[in-house]
Nanobody, 127 residues
Framework: QVQLVESGGGSVQAGGSLRLSCKVS????????MGWFRQVPGKEREGLAA????????YYADSVEGRFTISHDNAKNTAYLQMDSLKTEDTAMYYCAVDFVPVQRCRGKQLAALGAWGQGTQVTVSS
């Protein structure tokens, strides 16, 4: 069973940066799509970014395009989300998810179907 452990969340002032990590406890050959999401209580989960680990293609939601950067390290089987220029509205619980899917599904609303999810890490941005 795949286990994902997120880390790197915390509290930061608006305009600051955080880097989230997602360690995946599975053979990296069994994962080809890694994504980051966030959820605020009472709202739907939002897919933020994804990376196809084979070719490196990336996807970003409009809300984070230009501010967040997704990357991965195959050797460490870890995905990262670098978050810059943070805003108070970025406050949420952040989750990572992984799966092995057709590359064209490693983006957009199809990310919600990724099979393995972490427990989340809280990000709080204050003004």
């Amino acid at each position: 069973q795949v286990q994902l452990v997120e880390s790197g969340g915390g509290s930061v002032q608006a305009g600051g940066s955080l880097r989230l990590s997602c360690k995946v406890s599975q053979n990296p050959d069994s994962v080809n799509c890694m994504g980051w999401f966030r959820q605020v209580p009472g709202k739907e989960r939002e897919g933020l970014a994804a990376i196809a680990t084979g070719g490196g293609s990336t996807y970003y939601a409009d809300s984070v395009e230009g501010r967040f950067t997704i990357s991965h390290d195959n050797a460490k089987n870890t995905a990262y989300l670098q978050m810059d220029s943070l805003k108070t509205e970025d406050t949420a619980m952040y989750y990572c998810a992984v799966d092995f899917v057709p590359v064209q599904r490693c983006r957009g609303k199809q990310l919600a179907a990724l099979g393995a999810w972490g427990q989340g890490t809280q990000v709080t941005v204050s003004s």
